[in-house]
């Protein structure tokens, strides 16, 4: 296994437009995490899976965004309508279920610039 | 709802000791862990405590107040290469919040 990974790595989108991204997890991990990060601060928490089930959704994330993992397994972020201000590098993290969330393994993240 | 204060940054120069605090207000906390990233990289785990006291990994220390809501990341034998971000980390309900982070400068 080669660790999480993330596609595609970067992505110019005209605002207004919708865009897709994708996170493959490491194959036995159990949790899914979705992060956002703009220059110079920690990564924010958007939203998490176990398994399937979307357990939480951070309410700073307005009705654009939308995150799916259908078989528990690779998960896909979307945002419709996208804003200038959704440019950040978008990370995708996983970890076991026994961790407790304690540690996580990223990807190398999306960059998402919208002009 | 949970928040964390660590120092926006730090110099050292390489072979000094630099420790990195973190205080934390959060529900449902589970323990702190920390993270480093280098530019242009993503975070990688470094440290958990969910425990009170020390936890040592090489020349990375981490140690844990749960009474006090404080921790810290203590870094020895400081190189050019732990220039980098490092982010404290609350779990707890399943979920990572993270600090601001605090980036390292190690001079010559």
């Known amino acids: 296994d080669t660790g999480v990974s993330q596609d595609p790595r970067h992505k110019i989108t005209k605002r207004g437009q919708n865009v897709t991204f994708r996170c493959d997890p490491i194959?036995?991990?159990?949790?899914l995490y979705w992060y956002r990060q703009t220059l110079g601060q920690g990564p924010e928490f958007l939203t998490y899976?176990?398994?399937?089930?979307?357990?939480?959704k951070s309410r700073l994330l307005s009705d654009r965004f939308s995150a799916e993992r259908p078989k528990g397994s690779f998960s896909t972020l979307e945002i419709q309508r996208t804003e200038q201000g959704d440019s950040a590098m978008y990370l995708c993290?996983?970890?076991?279920?026994?961790?407790?969330?304690?540690?996580?393994?990223f990807g190398q993240g999306t960059r998402l610039t919208v002009v | 709802g949970q928040s964390l204060e660590q120092p926006s940054e730090v110099t050292a120069v390489e072979g000094a000791i630099v420790q990195i605090n973190c205080t934390y207000q959060t529900s449902g906390f589970y323990g702190l862990s920390w993270y480093q990233q280098h530019d242009g990289g993503a975070p990688t785990f470094l440290s958990y405590n969910a425990l009170d006291g020390l936890e040592e990994t090489g020349r990375f220390s981490s140690f844990l107040s749960r009474s006090d809501s404080y921790g810290y990341l203590l870094l020895q034998e400081l190189q050019m290469k732990d220039s980098a971000s490092y982010f404290c980390?609350?779990?707890?309900?399943?979920?990572?919040?993270f600090g601001q982070g605090t980036e390292l400068s190690v001079k010559p």
């Open positions: 993290a996983s970890s076991p279920l026994t961790s407790q969330g304690t540690e996580a393994f």
């Open positions: 899976f176990q398994n399937e089930a979307q357990l939480e």
């Open positions: 980390a609350v779990s707890g309900g399943g979920k990572l919040i």
């Open positions: 194959s036995e991990h159990n949790r």
